[in-house]
Structures are given as C-alpha cells and as structure tokens.
T-cell receptor, first 115, second 117 residues
Framework: EPEVTQTPSHQVTQMGQEVILRCVPI?????FYWYRQILGQKVEFLVS????????KSEIFDDQFSVERPDGSNFTLKIRSTKLEDSAMYFC?????????????FGPGTRLTVL | AQKVTQAQTEISVVEKEDVTLDCVYE???????LFWYKQPPSGELVFLIR??????QNEISGRYSWNFQKSTSSFNFTITASQVVDSAVYFC??????????????FGTGTRLKVLA
C-alpha cells in the first residue's frame, strides 16, 4: 500500500541553524501539506502546496519557513534559522486533489529538537 | 470560523469498560468532512474514520463506533470493551468545503485515553 515517507525521523539542531525536513508523498498525489505538533499540543496546519505554489498558509508559516518540490518525488520544508519554539513533530501529508472529499495521507512525522 | 472542540483532556478507564470521546465542531460549510485519528506513544497519526456531512449514519467497526449528529454538531467516538492497546491520544479533525474554500484539516486538542489493566 502506498504511503507517505519522511526523513529523518528525528533531527536535532542548534538554535539559529537551518534545517530541511524531507517528505516523499504518494506518487499520484498532487496536493501536499505540512502540519506541526508541539509536544503535548494539537496538530496545526502550516501550509498547502499545489502546482509548485503555496495554495494556503497559516500565520505560523512566516518568512522563516519555505517549501519546495525540488524534483518529481520530494517535498521539503525548510526552516531558515531555527528557534527553540520550532521544536515539534512535523507531519507531511498528501492528497490526490485539494478538495475536502480527498483524504490527506499523513507521513510518520519528523521530530525536530532545537537546542 | 472553523473550530473543533474536544473538551475531555484525559480519560482513564479500566479495561473492558466502554468509553466515549466527545467532539464538537463549528463550520459555516454545508459540505465538510470529519475525521478521527489515533496517536499512539510512538507519535504517528493513525487514521480511524472519515465522515462527510451528508452521511449521518452511525458507523461501527469492530469495537469502534461513531455517532454523527449534525443537529448538535457532534461526532463522538465510542470504544466498546476497551483494551490497554487503546491507550493513546485521539484527535478529532474537520476539513472544510466550497463555502470556506479551505480544505486544511483543523484538529481538536485531543483526548488522552488511558486504559488500565
């Protein structure tokens, strides 16, 4: 069964460093998403991406964040200068289309720890 | 605005008890989708169910059942004869439709279920 994969599973970085979180969405999916979950809190939407453009972003997704689909398979989230409060689990998701009827499939997450 | 409320922060039950997790939502969409996810200690999100706003039939899957009531904007989840393996955080989520024009998932704050042996 196709699944969304994410690497690495755990990333530790120093404050101020840049990190790139990687995701491989399901191959025939066209819409991609990033969500964040601070430890012990709810899952929050960050950004959705379609046709090489951001289609929607939350107020969390500020200038420190960027997303990219560098090739036909990967979808990345970059945090330019990490802060302590960026420590969280980051989930990638993909869906066939951007409608609510199309289920988003979630990856296993990348746990980011900023020291 | 779209919102999901899970008022129960934590529930503890003894194994074999039935337990209901509450979910109340707000949306201005007439077409929308509701979800339940399980998050075990390992951290991944495990999909349990998706329900669209036009289907108010209750659903049963093994020991799990869901009660969707549009009149009260609720989508409650019941585990029958709970087991220790059911211990996890459970999230209810909402996805919008054409009126709001947003299809991101809005998650509730989750309910931590502890099933004691």
């Amino acid at each position: 069964e196709p699944e969304v994969t994410q690497t690495p599973s755990h990333q530790v970085t120093q404050m101020g460093q840049e990190v790139i979180l990687r995701c491989v969405p399901i191959s025939n999916h066209l819409y991609f998403y990033w969500y964040r979950q601070i430890l012990g809190q709810k899952v929050e939407f960050l950004v959705s991406f379609y046709n090489n453009e951001i289609s929607e972003k939350s107020e969390i997704f500020d200038d420190q964040f960027s997303v990219e689909r560098p090739d036909g398979s990967n979808f990345t989230l970059k945090i330019r200068s990490t802060k302590l409060e960026d420590s969280a689990m980051y989930f990638c998701a993909s869906s066939e289309a951007g409608l609510g009827s199309n289920e988003q499939f979630f990856g296993p997450g990348t746990r980011l720890t900023v020291l | 605005a779209q919102k999901v409320t899970q008022a129960q922060t934590e529930i503890s039950v003894v194994e074999k008890e039935d337990v209901t997790l509450d979910c109340v939502y707000e949306t201005r969409d007439t077409t929308y989708y509701l979800f339940w996810y399980k998050q075990p200690p390992s951290g991944e999100l495990v999909f349990l169910i998706r329900r669209n706003s036009f289907d108010e039939q209750n659903e049963i899957s093994g020991r799990y059942s869901w009660n969707f009531q549009k009149s009260t904007s609720s989508f409650n989840f019941t585990i029958t004869a709970s087991q220790v393996v059911d211990s996890a955080v459970y999230f209810c989520a909402l996805s919008g439709g054409p009126t709001s024009g947003t299809y991101k998932y809005i998650f509730g704050t989750g309910t931590r279920l502890k099933v004691l042996a």
